[in-house]
């Protein structure tokens, strides 16, 4: 199985990059599929599958390219918490709040769980209902990482959703805060799996979106984290004049809406965001891993194509086990068969714009 890439050249624009490209492939082997999940999961049951996603997240895009960071975390932290189940798109019930409602995901975009819920009408509507939510997640995280300038890549697909969601403990506990150092995130993924090289390939995400200064305030306050670049300080108190301002500012300052290697750049010049960014060059076991991806974007995007399939196999169901929701934000009713088009008007309001 090949992966495609993009050409560095070939950034300037978002959708420049899609229609005047020359592009050229580089060949890498993919990492193998889960058991019970498939490149060719949905070739004969809904082919049409990933070109309704694409186009779709294109109009999406051409709006607001700043969706694709959403979209991308929103991947991350279902990922990270008890697998890629869908349990991050789950509103809170009876039993307890959701993981929306944790503190590392009360900063995730609203409109990104609104264009999940919106991708799943539109395939229900061409498919039926046999495409997951977490499916349909994990192929909006890859297309937004493509149709914002990164590499084309194919994922494995035939997750099923689940039927919980995990306590804010446990979210907590499984989504290491941007305060973290290199040690507590290694540790952290380390029992997933993943290796240095993994997570500081994934870190990359960081090259598209926002943040909050209560993210980093840390750093600016009571004084300048030595680690931060003196220019790069000044302009972020313009930005964050107080340790409780709400107001937001690029992750990579060089190319923010392009992903690229850019952010890795940033951190060899100080001028990471968070600390967990920065300290990943400021620390001897990735400050060569940070070095290698600024030099070679290359190597960059075939790490973080690895290093992504290998998150969005995490925990996965697949077979019998858990559901496909009609409802991504909602687990079906054991009484209730809902047929497609059938939803309510709650749905309706929730998946317009």
């Given at each position: 199985?090949?992966?495609?890439?993009?050409?560095?050249?070939?950034?300037?624009?978002?959708?420049?990059?899609?229609?005047?490209?020359?592009?050229?492939?580089?060949?890498?082997?993919?990492?193998?599929?889960?058991?019970?999940?498939?490149?060719?999961?949905?070739?004969?049951?809904?082919?049409?599958?990933?070109?309704?996603?694409?186009?779709?997240?294109?109009?999406?895009?051409?709006?607001?390219i700043g969706q694709a960071a959403g979209l991308l975390r929103?991947?991350?932290?279902?990922?990270?918490?008890?697998?890629?189940?869908?349990?991050?798109?789950?509103?809170?019930?009876?039993?307890?709040?959701?993981?929306?409602?944790?503190?590392?995901?009360?900063?995730?975009?609203?409109?990104?769980?609104?264009?999940?819920?919106?991708?799943?009408?539109?395939?229900?509507?061409?498919?039926?209902?046999?495409?997951?939510?977490?499916?349909?997640?994990?192929?909006?995280?890859?297309?937004?990482?493509?149709?914002?300038?990164?590499?084309?890549?194919?994922?494995?697909?035939?997750?099923?959703?689940?039927?919980?969601?995990?306590?804010?403990?446990?979210?907590?506990?499984?989504?290491?805060?941007?305060?973290?150092?290199?040690?507590?995130?290694?540790?952290?993924?380390?029992?997933?799996?993943?290796?240095?090289?993994?997570?500081?390939?994934?870190?990359?995400?960081?090259?598209?979106?926002?943040?909050?200064?209560?993210?980093?305030?840390?750093?600016?306050?009571?004084?300048?984290?030595?680690?931060?670049?003196?220019t790069f300080f000044n302009n972020l108190r313009l930005t964050c004049p107080t340790n409780v301002t709400?107001?937001?500012?690029?992750?990579?300052?060089?190319?923010?809406?392009?992903?690229?290697?850019?952010?890795?750049?940033?951190?060899?010049?100080?001028?990471?965001?968070?600390?967990?960014?920065?300290?990943?060059?400021?620390?001897?076991?990735?400050?060569?891993?940070?070095?290698?991806?600024?030099?070679?974007?290359?190597?960059?995007?075939?790490?973080?194509?690895?290093?992504?399939?290998?998150?969005?196999?995490?925990?996965?169901?697949?077979?019998?086990?858990?559901?496909?929701?009609?409802?991504?934000?909602?687990?079906?009713?054991?009484?209730?068969?809902?047929?497609?088009?059938?939803?309510?008007?709650?749905?309706?309001?929730?998946?317009?714009?």
């Amino acid at each position: 199985m090949a992966m495609t890439f993009l050409r560095a050249s070939c950034l300037p624009t978002l959708f420049l990059i899609l229609l005047s490209c020359n592009l050229r492939a580089s060949e890498a082997q993919t990492p193998a599929p889960a058991p019970g999940l498939s490149y060719t999961f949905y070739r004969t049951t809904c082919p049409q599958l990933e070109s309704i996603v694409r186009t779709q997240l294109q109009t999406v895009f051409n709006s607001d390219i700043g969706q694709a960071a959403g979209l991308l975390r929103l991947h991350f932290h279902d990922c990270f918490v008890q697998g890629c189940d869908g349990s991050v798109l789950l509103d809170g019930s009876a039993s307890g709040p959701s993981e929306k409602d944790a503190p590392p995901n009360l900063s995730l975009r609203a409109q990104a769980f609104v264009i999940i819920e919106n991708l799943r009408r539109l395939v229900n509507n061409a498919c039926n209902n046999i495409v997951s939510c977490s499916d349909l997640t994990a192929l909006a995280a890859r297309d937004a990482v493509f149709l914002s300038g990164g590499p084309n890549y194919n994922i494995p697909l035939g997750r099923r959703d689940g039927t919980t969601f995990a306590t804010r403990n446990v979210t907590l506990a499984n989504l290491p805060p941007p305060t973290a150092n290199t040690t507590t995130i290694l540790n952290s993924l380390s029992t997933k799996g993943f290796t240095p090289t993994d997570v500081v390939a994934l870190s990359g995400g960081h090259t598209i979106g926002i943040a909050h200064c209560t993210s980093f305030t840390p750093r600016l306050f009571p004084t300048r984290d030595p680690t931060m670049d003196q220019t790069f300080f000044n302009n972020l108190r313009l930005t964050c004049p107080t340790n409780v301002t709400d107001n937001t500012t690029f992750m990579d300052i060089r190319s923010p809406n392009v992903f690229d290697n850019r952010y890795y750049v940033d951190l060899m010049n100080r001028q990471g965001l968070f600390t967990s960014d920065q300290d990943l060059y400021t620390d001897s076991r990735t400050r060569g891993i940070v070095t290698n991806y600024a030099i070679n974007q290359t190597l960059f995007f075939r790490d973080f194509v690895n290093a992504m399939i290998k998150m969005g196999q995490l925990s996965v169901l697949t077979g019998t086990q858990g559901q496909i929701r009609t409802n991504c934000s909602r687990i079906n009713s054991n009484n209730l068969f809902i047929l497609p088009g059938m939803e309510t008007n709650e749905d309706e309001k929730l998946a317009s714009y």
